[in-house]
T-cell receptor
C-alpha cells in the first residue's frame, strides 16, 4: 500500500513557464514533507520541505503548497529552466519520533528550451 | 566534506553470491537509511537505523540484512543474491534535531546487477 503517491510519471513544460508537480498521501500521521531532485547517475538532493503546521513554503523559484484536508501537496517551479529537468520525488515523515522517510515513485520533469 | 560515501559504485554478482554494500557518513548524523531505486518504483526503504545500535525494517527488507557498525557506518548485506535484487542502492543519513524536521542526505548510489 503506497502511502505517498505521485500519479504523474512525467511532465513536460516550456522554459520560462510554471511547472507544477503533485503528490498525494494517505497517512494522516505524516507531519513533515520533503521534495528531492534527482539527476541520472547521482543521488537525490534535497530541494525544499514543509511542516504540517504550514500551508506554504517558498525558496527562490520553488514553492511547496500543502493542503492537509485533501492530503495533497504540490511543488511549483517558476520560472522553469532546462537545468530543472530531473526526476522529482516527494517524501514524508511520520510524527511521533519515527525516523522513517517514505518516498513516492517520482515524476520526471522535462523543461524544453 | 565527503558527506555520505558508498562503496562500491558498481558491482556485478552471480545468482547466489553474497556481498556487502558499505556506507559511511562524516556528518555525525544519528539516522541512516538504505533505499533501492527501480524503474517506475521510486525509492523504497529497505532498512533504517534511527540511532547507533538500532535497526528497523522498511518496506522491502526480505533478502537483506543490515549492520549499524558504529555511528558512522551502516552496511547492507545480500546473503544470496537474486536477479530481483538488481537495482540502484542508495544510502542516506539524517541528523537528530529538535524539532525533528530535517532532510536526509544521500550518497551517490551503488548500481548492482545480479546475473
Amino acid at each position: 500500500d503506497q502511502q505517498v503517491k505521485q500519479n504523474s510519471p512525467s511532465l513536460s513544460v516550456q522554459e520560462g513557464r510554471i511547472s507544477i508537480l503533485n503528490c498525494d498521501y494517505t497517512n494522516s500521521m505524516f507531519d513533515y514533507f520533503l521534495w528531492y531532485k534527482k539527476y541520472p547517475a547521482e543521488g537525490p538532493t534535497f530541494l525544499i520541505s514543509i511542516s504540517s503546521i504550514k500551508d506554504k513554503n517558498e525558496d527562490g523559484r520553488f514553492t511547496v503548497f500543502l493542503n492537509k484536508s485533501a492530503k495533497h501537496l504540490s511543488l511549483h517551479i517558476v520560472p522553469s529552466q532546462p537545468g530543472d529537468s530531473a526526476v522529482y520525488f516527494c517524501a514524508a515523515r511520520t510524527q511521533g519520533g519515527s525516523e522513517k522517510l517514505v518516498f513516492g515513485k517520482g515524476t520526471k520533469l522535462t523543461v524544453n528550451p | 566534506n565527503a558527506g555520505v560515501t558508498q562503496t562500491p559504485k558498481f558491482q556485478v554478482l552471480k545468482t547466489g553470491q553474497s556481498m556487502t554494500l558499505q556506507c559511511a557518513q562524516d556528518m555525525n548524523h544519528n539516522s541512516m537509511y538504505w533505499y533501492r531505486q527501480d524503474p517506475g518504483m521510486g525509492l523504497r526503504l529497505i532498512y533504517y537505523s534511527a540511532s547507533e545500535g538500532t535497526t528497523d525494517k522498511g518496506e522491502v527488507p526480505n533478502g537483506y540484512n543490515v549492520s549499524r557498525l558504529n555511528k558512522r557506518e551502516f552496511s547492507l548485506r545480500l546473503e544470496s543474491a537474486a536477479p530481483s535484487q538488481t537495482s540502484v542502492y542508495f544510502c542516506a543519513s539524517r541528523p537528530l534535531t529538535v524539532p525533528r524536521n530535517t532532510e536526509a542526505f544521500f550518497g551517490q548510489g551503488t548500481r548492482l546487477t545480479v546475473v
